[in-house]
């Protein structure tokens, strides 16, 4: 199979409409794109997130909306996610072009909350056979608590696989610590990249979709203190793992 599929969302009307609010267009990926294929689900392939999720469905409350008209009550990605980045890093066309694909069936968003407090939120859009993750934010001063962002995330794979698509992409995932880059951002990169691997079943490369297999040379831990490693980052997935992984 051939990756991305012809009715890939960033391929189809809405992600050319949300490239140009945007401004960017669409490009090949730098690194290889995490995979999870939803057939596989409830199975996890780094077994040591259990444990994550286990810890979130004891301490988080998640609230879901697809297919529901959305109010400015319920949309609390956009503030959430200027908090977290520092700025304004989409357009207001950008953001109502997400909201328009969730009320209409075609994607996800998955509030996270800690003790009555709003700490992350989670977006999904849909193709016919895809759903990616499409952006997210998770409030930093809270990754103390324990790991706030495995359980929406599980979530969202398993509420993809209910709306019958097939795959979903979770994005990019530098496979090697970036030693050689000293920067913050890179390194919050490969970090990212790190927790992404831990629910991958496959990945594209060069756009050949292959079953993924843990290789010594992946299993390296997240590079230094990774709440450091995000404070540049303007899509948040706390890279947190269990100790035992």
């Not at 697809?66 to 304004?88: M, P």
């Not at 794979?157 to 979903?168: D, P, T």
Request: proline residues 7%; neutral net charge; contains cysteine.
């Amino acid at each position: 199979m051939i990756w991305p599929p012809l009715d890939y969302p960033q391929t189809n009307s809405f992600g050319q409409a949300y490239h140009l609010a945007y401004g960017q267009r669409w490009k090949p990926p730098k690194y290889p794109i995490a995979l999870y294929e939803t057939k596989a689900y409830p199975d996890l392939p780094r077994p040591s997130y259990a444990t994550c999720i286990e810890w979130g469905r004891k301490k988080l409350r998640i609230h879901s909306m697809s297919g529901t008209e959305l109010s400015i009550k319920d949309y609390h990605v956009e503030r959430l996610h200027r908090h977290v980045a520092g700025r304004a890093t989409r357009s207001q066309k950008t953001w109502d072009l997400m909201w328009e694909e969730i009320a209409r069936g075609r994607g996800e968003l998955i509030d996270t909350f800690f003790e009555g407090n709003h700490i992350g939120s989670t977006v999904m859009i849909d193709g016919d056979d895809c759903s990616i993750y499409w952006t997210g934010a998770y409030d930093r001063e809270f990754f103390i608590h324990g790991p706030i962002s495995h359980l929406p995330l599980w979530i969202a794979i398993g509420n993809a696989g209910l709306r019958h698509r097939f795959w979903v992409e979770l994005g990019e995932m530098p496979t090697q610590p970036l030693t050689t880059e000293a920067s913050i951002q890179r390194t919050k990169e490969y970090n990212i990249g790190f927790f992404k691997r831990g629910f991958a079943t496959h990945t594209a490369d060069n756009g050949v979709i292959t079953p993924y297999s843990i290789r010594k040379s992946l299993l390296r831990p997240p590079i230094g203190d990774t709440r450091l490693a995000l404070f540049n980052a303007d899509d948040i997935i706390a890279p947190w793992t269990d100790p035992r992984s």
